[in-house]
């Protein structure tokens, strides 16, 4: 007969055994490595803390997880430095060896992210760089853009300005790719509408020395005037604009980003400003209206374009990961699933093109009380 001990024994034994075999299961089951290579400092530091706030609350809202891993962040400050950029992507790439890239704001970083990316076979997630090549020339199997191709707001906003009657605008930009390739977008679809460019104007990025062109603007007196700034340098061009007493001559007209998470810093200057984007304040959808409230609870502040961009990019990649069983080695799989994905996106449902940029509506917004009011155009 056994005795009581024998029987507690052999149990003890079986429950450790058991531990042992979760233990070596967990040990199977690695956390995804998301690289996040954002700009943390400088003029586009708001952008770039706010991509990355969006990707990481989704994960928050799958309890942690994408496609059922747990997630590991490595993130490099990327300074919106191009030549810093094949550096610091290669720490992530190399030395952390993410699983997936993500970013950036800087269309000239984003390029030479996407060249470390393809060379090493990794995915990376366009987050917000609209820069024409990434989708176009550049395109690759592991690159997908999760938010714009310059030309789609700029081109939209072209024909606007066209439709409204005005003949001559003036344009100023950052003389970097995403600025010069908005300014070909929008001169496109302005002249095809009847328009003129008078002047193209630029200045070196990241130099917020308007006045010289303001002076100049007012002098050639355009019907209007098309712009593309972003970040502290958007919120500083629209409070120059009206203390230079253009605004209520001269209309003012931009891509969305103008205008996205800088309405504070821009005060007075920044009301009744009409732009183009892919995503608007108000919109009439359930997604939209859930992912307003938790980013304001989880953040204690209102999210913009940047983070309902990180936002689906964290989205697209859960999709990819879930359909591969959680596994970032199952990369084919991963890809075919992002490639036929419909996003749910707080902008509106989008698709993928066969170059991985995004199929979306465009919004005409004005600012209102605050926010970017907007309607598809």
């Known amino acids: 007969m056994k005795t009581t001990q024998q029987i507690f024994g052999k149990a003890a034994l079986a429950l450790a055994l058991a531990a042992t075999c979760g233990a070596v299961g967990a040990q199977a089951q690695p956390k995804v490595k998301v690289g996040l290579m954002l700009p943390s400092t400088g003029t586009y530091a708001s952008p770039g ?3 990355g706030n969006g990707f990481k609350l989704f994960v928050t809202e799958q309890g942690g997880k994408l496609g059922g891993r747990e997630v590991e962040y490595f993130a490099v400050d990327d300074e919106s430095d191009p030549s810093k950029a094949t550096e610091n992507a290669n720490k992530l790439v190399k030395r952390d060896k993410v699983d997936v890239l993500v970013g950036t704001v800087h269309s000239g970083v984003a390029l030479a992210m996407a060249k470390v990316a393809r060379e090493n076979k990794t995915i990376f ?6 820069a024409d090549e990434l989708t176009g020339p550049l395109c690759a199997p592991t690159l997908f853009r999760t938010s714009f191709s310059a ?7 072209g024909k606007v300005v066209a439709d409204k009657g005005h003949k001559r605008v003036v344009t100023l930009t950052w003389k970097y790719s995403f600025g ?6 929008f ?9 003129k460019i008078v002047k193209e104007m630029t200045l070196p990025f990241p130099n ?6 303001l002076t100049e603007i007012a002098a050639l007196k355009p019907d209007a005037v098309y712009v593309f700034f972003a970040g502290a340098g958007a919120a500083k061009f629209a409070r120059d604009y009206h203390a230079a007493g253009l605004k209520n001559s001269i209309p003012l007209y931009a891509s969305g980003f103008l205008t ?4 504070e810093a821009m005060g007075e200057a920044g009301k009744g400003l009409q732009t183009t984007l892919h995503y608007a304040d108000g919109l009439p959808n359930k997604k939209d209206a859930a992912f307003r409230l938790n980013y304001a609870k989880t953040y204690k502040l209102q999210p913009d374009v940047y ?4 936002y689906d990019a964290a989205q697209l990649y859960h999709a990819g990961l879930s359909a591969a069983g959680g596994d970032p080695a199952r990369q084919a799989e991963i890809i075919k699933a992002m490639e036929a994905a419909k996003v749910d996106s707080p902008r509106g449902t989008f698709t993928l093109s066969k170059a991985h940029n995004p199929v979306q509506d465009i919004y005409l917004r004005e600012v209102q009380g605050g926010q970017n009011k907007g309607e598809c155009q």
């Open 260 to 263: 996205d998470g800088t309405l």
């Open 49 to 51: 803390t706010a991509i």
């Open 180 to 185: 010069q390739q908005s300014i070909e977008g």
């Open 187 to 195: 001169k496109e679809s302005f002249e095809k509408g009847g328009g």
């Open 307 to 310: 983070a309902m961009q990180g």
């Open 208 to 213: 917020v020395e308007f006045q010289p062109f």
């Open 125 to 130: 997630l366009v987050a917000n760089a609209g």
């Open 151 to 157: 030309w789609q707001p700029a081109y939209a906003m």
